[in-house]
């Protein structure tokens, strides 16, 4: 049974467009513990992503995507040229882990921070407990609310 799921990006680094794009692409780069042992321990191909735009003009959920591939070591991590480097990481005793995603939908427009705050059955997810978290679980009663709060795109 799939599980579902909140990925956060700053849309001008990789937004859902960027990802529409794309088709497919790895969710590398995340250095947080609580996030990294989400990715490595809990996410499963088939489960499904709310795509989260932060640090931008309109924040909030933009569209889905579904997790292709499960967890596998961040390559980022072994290239001195790449800003995730991590020097203490080794391809014998990785640190930090990544998935592929594959685009599923974008929404006609961002459902923002605000919107999601103001409803009840929202009151409880993870984004309102700890904000920071770049990937977070979300129920799957969530989830749905989410999705009816809008309408698809493409």
């Given at each position: ?54 640090s931008c003009k309109t924040i909030g959920v933009a569209g889905?995507?579904?997790v292709t591939q499960a967890a596998f070591p961040d390559p ?50 993870t984004l309102f407990k700890q904000p920071r978290l770049s ?20």
């Amino acid at each position: 049974m799939p599980r579902y799921w909140l990925f956060k990006t700053e849309p001008d680094e990789f937004s859902i467009n960027d990802l529409r794009s794309q088709g497919t692409a790895c969710w590398d780069g995340v250095r947080n513990y609580a996030a990294r042992n989400f990715l490595r321990d809990a996410l499963g191909q088939g489960d499904e992503v709310l795509i989260y735009h932060s640090s931008c003009k309109t924040i909030g959920v933009a569209g889905i995507a579904q997790v292709t591939q499960a967890a596998f070591p961040d390559p980022t991590q072994f290239d001195p040229s790449s800003a995730y480097y991590d020097a203490k990481a080794s391809p014998d005793t990785p640190k930090w882990f990544c998935v592929k995603i594959s685009f599923i939908a974008r929404f006609d427009k961002v459902i923002t921070l605000a919107q999601l705050k103001s409803n009840p059955a929202l009151s409880g997810m993870t984004l309102f407990k700890q904000p920071r978290l770049s990937v977070q679980p979300v129920a799957a009663d969530e989830f749905q609310c989410i999705k009816q709060l809008t309408r698809i795109a493409d």
